[in-house]
């Protein structure tokens, strides 16, 4: 249980990305904190008492006062901590474009795994195909509105919009593994993929991404338990 005398808690799970989001950002900023491994399925009273509106991890605890949600975090970290690496730029303008992008791919690009995990055949080929387009959209979007910084190179420090990406495109080999290849050079736009690969190099991310063998396991868990994948007694 989270011990009372650390002054910054995290409550996670270890398989959840937006828990890595927040992990993520703490290492990075060098910021020492205890971590509280939640079970899902037997919430704790603690983390039901410091996010009792959506229940749901992550949730950081900073001298005992509750933040939750992943992004929410994220910016209370950058300012809290103010110290290098930033996450969000200064300037207002780009603080506003960058945010919009995190946005865009929490809203549409994380969410658009869903229809590839709940299907299979032809729906699923368009479903990763429906992906590849909103990534498309996002390489375009960042190549105009942050001209040169692409492709995000191994040796930057990270930023927000590269955790973001790191904690779900890092893991594509161990999502292929598990329910099908979403990322390939055939489909997905060559800077992106550069640029997960470039993230995968990273020091922190070989340090804090979960285990392949541990994540296939996981995401097959969860790919088999989808009413639409899991055998039908119909179909044995
Ligand atoms: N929008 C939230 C999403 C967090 C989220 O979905 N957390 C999941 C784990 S990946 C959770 O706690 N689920 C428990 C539940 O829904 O009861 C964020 O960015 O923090």
Redesign the pocket.
Known sequence: MGDKQSEVVLFG?WA?S?CKRVELALKLKGIPYEYVEEN?SNKSELLLLHNPVY????VLVHKGKAIA???VILEYIDEQWNNAPKLLPDDPYQKAKLRFWVDFYDKKIVLATLPIITSKGKEQEKAIDDMNELIRVLEDGIKKDFPGKFPFSNGQPLGLLDIIVAVNSCNYEAFHEAVAVVMSPEKTPPHFLAWANALKQHPLMKESLTPHDKLVAKMREIYFQSPQVRPSQNNI
């Open positions: 799970t959840s937006y899902l229940k749901k991890v992550p949600e992943s992004l």
